[in-house]
């Protein structure tokens, strides 16, 4: 099976940058897309083919891929982005996989 | 607006049999694949099953295979799950989502507000 690992938390001050990291193996050959889930809410796709933002989402979203890490970066963080987030790929041979989830505090 | 909404869960002893479904709106619905995610309580994301436009290419994850069956009703912009043989780690949040494909690659959005299945003595 095909793993994707993410911190389980990252904390970081309104203003600042924070980075939640998916590690997989050789994950830059494949699409990462991510998802924002606020507490007691479904989830929301925040990114998708590594770097594409749906309408809606701020450019404070970004998103890159390469390698066996792909990264979601939140600039100029605000309280509102406290949330869960996920990545997840798909791939002909694991079908739809997501990551294990990353806690994101705003301090 | 796009609108999912899931419907059919509750509360099933192990080994019990649920329905759940998913009545879609403000989109073509038969245009488009559609999964089922759940969320296990304090857990992460697992995508459970999906189902193409026509209804023709079925996928389920290895947990649920034999004991699933993901159907759709394109007459009545509705998606169905059924889930069979329950057991206690089955107890989630199921979530249904449009089922997004480009390339080679797929993705969920939206997303529906999602239905709890707890499977309990």
């Known amino acids: 099976s095909y793993v994707l690992t993410q911190p389980p938390s990252v904390s970081v001050a309104p203003g600042k940058t924070a980075r939640i990291t998916c590690g997989g193996n050789?994950?830059?050959?494949?699409?990462v897309h991510w998802y924002q889930q606020r507490p007691g809410q479904a989830p929301v796709l925040v990114i998708y083919?590594?770097?594409d933002r749906p309408s809606g989402i701020p450019e404070r979203f970004s998103g890159s891929n390469s390698g066996n890490t792909a990264t979601l970066t939140i600039s100029r963080v605000e309280a509102g982005d406290e949330a869960d987030y996920y990545c997840?790929?798909?791939?002909?041979?694991?079908?739809?996989?997501f990551g294990t989830g990353t806690k994101v505090t705003v301090l | 607006e796009v609108q999912l909404l899931e419907s059919g869960g509750g509360l099933v002893q192990p080994g019990g049999s649920l329905r759940l479904s998913c009545a879609a709106s403000?989109?073509?619905?038969?245009?488009?694949?559609m999964s089922w995610v759940r969320q296990a309580p304090g857990k992460g994301l697992e995508w459970v099953s999906a189902?193409?436009?026509?209804?023709?290419?079925?996928y389920y994850a290895d947990s649920v295979k034999g004991r699933f069956t993901i159907s759709r009703d394109n007459s009545k912009n509705t998606l169905y799950l059924q889930l069979n043989s329950l057991r206690a780690e089955d107890t989630a949040v199921y979530y249904c989502?449009?089922?997004?494909?480009?390339?080679?690659?797929?993705?969920?959005?939206?997303w529906g507000q999602g239905t709890l299945v707890t499977v309990s003595s």
């Open positions: 050789n994950i830059g050959s494949k699409s």
């Open positions: 997840q790929v798909w791939d002909s041979s694991i079908d739809r996989v």
């Open positions: 189902i193409s436009g026509t209804g023709g290419n079925i």
């Open positions: 403000d989109f073509t619905f038969s245009s488009y694949a």
């Open positions: 989502a449009i089922d997004k494909a480009a390339g080679a690659s797929n993705w969920f959005d939206p």
């Open positions: 083919y590594d770097s």
